[in-house]
């Protein structure tokens, strides 16, 4: 396929790319290195035949602008950032591009081949079909989806969790309160606004799959496997949170301290703040894991039952 041909069957996505990015750009949204990861990310959603894909990429990222939006200034009240400024939500870097949508570039990435190896496919697309996995084909839309609903829950239950009226609980210790924004803290507000995010990316591939190729009626084993899986990745998210996640918080004030673009926050002896917990993963490391194997899991799942999309 040319340069020509592509431009012009993907004109909607081309098009939808350039408009968020130039939102992305007035609005401070994303940082440079992150307007470049994105772009690479969308193209990858491009090329694979199932335009659904690219549609599950657009309203994650326009329902994470919104629901970050909801409530900053008190998200800003409630925790503090380590490089002085307030706290929230800041631009997101390329980093946390990559952990809400590397894995399922790569997963797309996969299916991209495979179906260009499938005999039917190949002739459509005018290539030479190479391996044929029919069984990995059909289950890899379904980790692509379920992806999608996990990083949607976590995001939700993340940034509307926090305003919840009742007081967190460490998810690994649910008789133990926690300060807002405590790494692996939970609410059942939280996980019902995960429940919400999933449903809502459930429908969106819903739509997608029956109005635009492979234009097929998803199954309601699959429909309810996929908003399943994003309220489980949203608690795994908790989970890893908890137990490979230090949270950092304030000597004096007693809030969680964040690292600007999920990184790490400094702690030194003697200092204003006090880390709890193991620091093995960055919140960057715990999402990327937590979207892989959510992703994988649901695809077992489907492979057991033999689900496909």
């Given at each position: ?55 599950l990429l657009v309203p994650f990222f326009l329902l994470g602008v919104l629901v ?242």
């Amino acid at each position: 396929m040319d340069l020509t041909t592509f431009a012009r069957d993907h004109a909607g996505q081309i098009t939808a790319t350039i408009g968020l990015v130039t939102f992305a750009l007035a609005k401070n949204k994303l940082t440079p290195g992150g307007i470049i990861m994105a772009i690479i990310v969308a193209t990858v959603h491009m090329l694979d035949p199932f335009p659904v894909f690219f549609w599950l990429l657009v309203p994650f990222f326009l329902l994470g602008v919104l629901v970050t939006k909801i409530g900053h200034a008190e998200k800003a009240r409630l925790t503090k950032s380590s490089d002085g400024s307030s706290g929230g939500e800041g631009p997101r870097n390329w980093m946390q591009v990559v952990a809400n949508g590397g894995i399922a570039s790569v997963l797309i990435a996969l299916h991209t081949y495979l179906a260009g190896s499938n005999p039917y496919m190949a002739l459509r697309l005018g290539v030479n079909p190479g391996i044929y996995a029919p069984k990995l084909q059909g289950v890899l839309p379904i980790g692509i989806m379920a992806h999608y609903g996990a990083v949607a829950a976590d995001t939700f239950g993340s940034e509307l969790g926090i305003l919840a009226k009742s007081t967190p609980v460490l998810v690994t210790a649910p008789w133990r309160k926690v300060p807002r924004g405590t790494n692996g803290g939970i609410t059942i507000e939280g996980l019902a606004y995960g429940l919400l995010a999933s449903f809502l990316i459930t429908v969106i591939a819903y739509i997608g799959t029956y109005f635009m190729p492979p234009y097929r009626v998803l199954s309601t084993d699959v429909g309810i496997l996929v908003c399943l899986m994003g309220v489980f990745g949203s608690i795994l998210d908790s989970f890893l949170g908890a137990t490979v996640q230090a949270t950092v918080t304030d000597r004096g004030s007693g809030k969680v301290v964040e690292g600007p673009g999920g990184q790490r926050v400094k702690v030194l002896a003697g200092g204003s703040r006090v880390q709890l917990g193991r620091d093995i993963l960055t919140n960057n490391g715990v999402n990327l894991a937590m979207a892989g194997l959510t992703s994988l899991l649901a695809m077992a799942i489907a492979w057991v039952l033999d689900l496909s999309v």
